[in-house]
Structures are given as structure tokens and as C-alpha cells.
């Protein structure tokens, strides 16, 4: 990655070979915090498949291992992805106070920014919040990133200190996410709901589960986190009327985000700009050809889907 001072990236690739002698690529990037298992985790749940592949029944792969072969399928016999609609990205703002409204102060043709809160003591970040809103034209809005890190009463005194008609939607404000329709009847502010989803989507009543976050106004969408396409899929066939679908990366390399924005093609529900906005963190990546960090691709836009293999430090191989 760009910042030294951020973790550093690692992860597997896996070259799928199939039946009919085609070959595809998955990427598997686990990320510490956000998934389950570690980067050192792998080659054991790949061990165990592999050595139990005829007899293994309901076998729950990690999330980060299941999107890899979901990817490899998606773009098996596949050299680019054409998207068949104009695609938005929002901007993630980073950085400490100035960094944060220099950065706001270059942007242009943008409807809305991301904020990461829940970092600082809560009246610094009541600042901020409203030093960018006076930075950006007035009908840019501002999604917040707290990351449950708010009590209520926080989230409340947050909510009157800030021009609300700003706010996209708070994403996950409450340390006690289960109060979160409770915030939005006292605030009348949008949320959205993340971490939520994901602690939740292996449950049997998932549907039910999410239902109780009716007040939702939207469900950001995480693919390296759902252990199958038919799990996103299941949320999208319910939700698809009453909640907008933001996709989101985790800093994977520009493979994973062709595959994001493949799936954003596919369960697309609405034209909000998307959360794709880090790739101009890596200083490297997979791909020979590197997307350009943009905010708006055009319908039509061509990304070749070629793997770079100077790239890869080790090569492992095994067959079934």
C-alpha cells in the first residue's frame, strides 16, 4: 500500500482449471479486522478441502476463500469485463483535519464523499464534519463511516450538532447496533447497516434478522465477506425495492474490484456512486493493465483481466 504507516497487503491467487481445460483466476485477500481467518489461515482450509474433496459434505469455506472460486467462475473463458452502465465511485477522505478539506477543495462532479468518524474525540469530529460541509457544493452529500464506535448518546449529540440535510447516511454509528432503529426514529437520519450483515448472514432466519433494520436506508455490500453469491443474491431478491445496494471493497488489487464491479452490474438497484475507492492506496497491483482511480467510468468502459505473474512471490500446485 501507498502509506507506509498502513498494513501491509498480502494474498493468494488460485488458477482454476476446469473440466472443459479452461482456466480462470480467483483472488483470496483476507483482511485483518474484517474477515474471520488470516493470510496464514489459507493453505491449511485448502489442505483440508483438497484432501477430503470426495468425501467433505457442507463444508463451510471461509468467505475469503468462497468469493475466490465464485470469481474464478464469474470470469472463466473471460479476457475483460465490459460494464454495461456508467459506474460512480465515492470519494474516501482521509487523513487529519486539513488534509482531509485540501482534498475535499480538488474534487469536482462528485454527489457524494465518504468521512471515517468514530477515530477522534467526538467534538473534534463535529468540526470536521462541519469544516467539510463547508467546503463541498451543497448538493454533495456526506456518507459517515463510524464503525460502531458511538454510544447513543454520542450518535444524538452528533445529530444536533450538524447540518443533517448533509448526511447521506451514518453507517453503522452504534456500539449497540440492535438500538439503531431506535436512532432513527429519535433523528429521522438515515443509516446503513454493514457489520451487521455480515455477523448475521450465515444465520437461518437472515431474512427475518435484517428485517428488523426495516429503518435501513441502505445495505453496504461487502462480497469478500459472503461465503456464496446465492447468500447476496437471497438479501437482494427482498431487499432490492426498499434499500440501496452499496458495494464496497476491502483494498484488494484491481482483480477483485473487476469481480465488484461485475457484481454491481449484476444486482445493481440503484445509481448512487459506489464504495470503490481504494485503489489509489496501492502503490502496486495484479493487474499488467491498472485501472484508472477515477470517479465516474463511462458505459462501455473496457478492463482487461490480465494477470500480471512477475507479480506472484511463491507458486504452490495440487490437483483433485
Known sequence: ???????????????????????????????????????????????????????????????????????AKAFKGKSSLVIDNKLKICPLLSGNKDDIIEEAKRLTNIESVKLKLGRKEL???????????????????????????????????????????????????????????????????NYAIDETIYEINNSENIINDLSYFSSASAFIIKPSLFTSVNQLELIYNKFKSSKSFIFSSAFESGYSMLYYFYLYGIYRNNNKAQGFDTLKWLADDLLKSRINNQFIYDKGSIFKLDIDSSKLTEIFSDEI
Open 1 to 71: 500500500m501507498k502509506d507506509k504507516k498502513s498494513l501491509f497487503r498480502q494474498g493468494y491467487l488460485i488458477n482454476i482449471y476446469w473440466e472443459d481445460g479452461i482456466n480462470s483466476w480467483g483472488e483470496i485477500a483476507p483482511f485483518i479486522g474484517l474477515h474471520n481467518e488470516i493470510y496464514e489461515d489459507i493453505p491449511t482450509h485448502f489442505k483440508y478441502l483438497l484432501d477430503n474433496i470426495n468425501s467433505i459434505n457442507n463444508y463451510q469455506l471461509p468467505s475469503s476463500i468462497a468469493i475466490s472460486i465464485e470469481m
Open 123 to 189: 467534538n473534534y469530529e463535529i468540526d470536521l464534519f462541519n469544516s467539510l460541509v463547508n467546503e463541498l457544493p451543497m448538493d454533495v452529500k456526506i456518507r459517515c463511516d463510524i464503525n460502531r464506535k458511538w454510544k447513543y448518546e454520542d450518535a444524538i449529540h452528533f445529530a444536533g450538532s450538524v447540518d443533517k440535510t448533509r448526511i447521506e447516511y451514518l453507517e453503522e454509528p452504534l456500539i449497540d447496533f440492535n438500538r439503531l432503529p431506535d436512532f432513527y426514529e429519535d433523528t429521522n437520519l
